[in-house]
């Protein structure tokens, strides 16, 4: 539902010749997913005008108001009765992860990740596929990468010290996801590759504009299960460290394995 909600504002705002050249689109998106159905109408119109951004600015728009409560108006004509108690939704629920992580003195990056890729494979290789038999994946499959991640974190990390960022600008682009862990950024690419492992350049970017020695690169891996050639788990770069993690959402069917 988050990338639904985040592409349908994209979609409005290139239907009316808008620029966002600021990510208010996923900005908005993740506050009315996460915070809508348990705020009242005005408290929330107050909210969303606090989100900071120059599309109004940039487009001319002068009366921001009118304009924010408008679009609420349309996105809950769309969106808010699907929205029910408006949970973080991953396939199956995040319950058990988020108990095993609350257990641990330390959660870091690595342990994150490896549960996501676990829970994933696990749960949600379906939401990538239209047809995996036929090789058809989804539109916007990244999107969907990115959704997945950033909401399985957010459920996991739920009464722990950390944060989420979806898309936040880093120089002249976007990161994935970046996400802090005791006050220290994690930056986080997302692939989904097939055919050429692809990625690596974009985290180094985002390293060497944010000042961080380490980037995670994590690789969506569709590609037939004859076709997988390895992929290294890390590699050094000029920037610093890119640990590199893969999940397969196109694995040999059981019944196929001796």
Request: proline share 3%; net charge positive; charged share 30%.
């Amino acid at each position: 539902m988050l990338f639904t909600i985040q592409t349908y504002l994209e979609e409005y705002f290139i239907k009316r010749n808008m620029v966002d050249s600021d990510g208010y689109a996923v900005r908005l998106a993740n506050m009315y997913f996460y915070h809508r159905s348990n705020t009242e109408d005005a408290l929330f119109n107050v909210k969303v005008g606090r989100i900071r951004t120059v599309i109004f600015l940039n487009n001319n728009i002068e009366d921001r108001k009118s304009f924010e409560k408008s679009l609420i108006r349309h996105l809950d004509k769309k969106y808010k009765k699907k929205q029910g108690s408006n949970n973080p939704y991953f396939p199956g629920g995040t319950v058990l992860e988020k108990e095993k992580l609350q257990r641990l003195p330390r959660i870091t990056i690595d342990i994150l990740i490896n549960e996501f890729i676990n829970a994933t494979e696990a749960r949600a290789i379906d939401a990538f596929w239209i047809s995996r038999k036929q090789g058809a994946l989804r539109q916007r499959p990244e999107k969907i990468a990115q959704g997945l991640f950033a909401v399985f974190t957010k459920g996991t990390l739920l009464n722990r010290s950390g944060m989420v960022l979806r898309e936040f600008q880093s120089g002249i682009g976007f990161v994935d996801v970046g996400i802090f862990l005791s006050s220290v950024l994690h930056l986080v690419e997302i692939k989904v590759i097939t055919d050429d492992f692809t990625g690596l350049s974009q985290i180094e970017q985002y390293m060497k504009t944010e000042k961080r020695l380490e980037g995670s690169l994590l690789i969506f891996d569709s590609r037939e299960p004859d076709k997988k050639d390895d992929i290294p788990s890390r590699i050094n770069t000029s920037s610093g460290v890119v640990k590199i993690y893969r999940v397969d959402i196109n694995p040999r069917v059981p019944s196929s394995l001796k």
